[in-house]
């Protein structure tokens, strides 16, 4: 999934009729992974061909965010990240769109190949 990172708070968006929101609101601790650099690294035995990565996984509780003045900014936390840039956005599109933020209680990462 896309997401955007700010001062200890990943945000999300998805689907209004997301199956995450559903699970979210029967039980609201998550675990998250997210992975950059990924490079896989082939040998000719394919028991030794393996994977280049740097890993966050962690821990949290996540909310989804019903103000619209709220969900505006962490949108453009996400669209920052993407995009370089903020965007404003219709009423219509902020309805159809829900926005998760998880704040990280717990967190640690592993690099691996480098």
């Given at each position: 999934m896309n997401y955007g990172y700010k001062d200890g708070i990943i945000y999300l968006h998805t689907s209004i009729n997301s199956m995450k929101l559903e699970l979210i609101r029967r039980n609201n601790f998550i675990c998250f992974e997210v992975d950059t650099d990924l490079e896989l690294v082939v040998n000719e035995d394919p028991c030794k061909t393996s994977m280049r990565y740097k890993s966050v996984i962690g821990c949290g509780s996540a909310y989804i965010i019903e103000d619209n003045?709220?969900?505006t900014n962490a949108l453009n936390i996400i669209t920052l990240k993407y995009l370089g840039r903020r965007y404003t956005y219709k009423s219509s599109?902020?309805?159809?769109?829900?926005?998760i933020k998880i704040v990280v209680e717990e967190a640690s990462a592993k690099i691996s190949g480098y």
């Open positions: 003045t709220e969900k599109d902020l309805n159809r769109t829900a926005v």
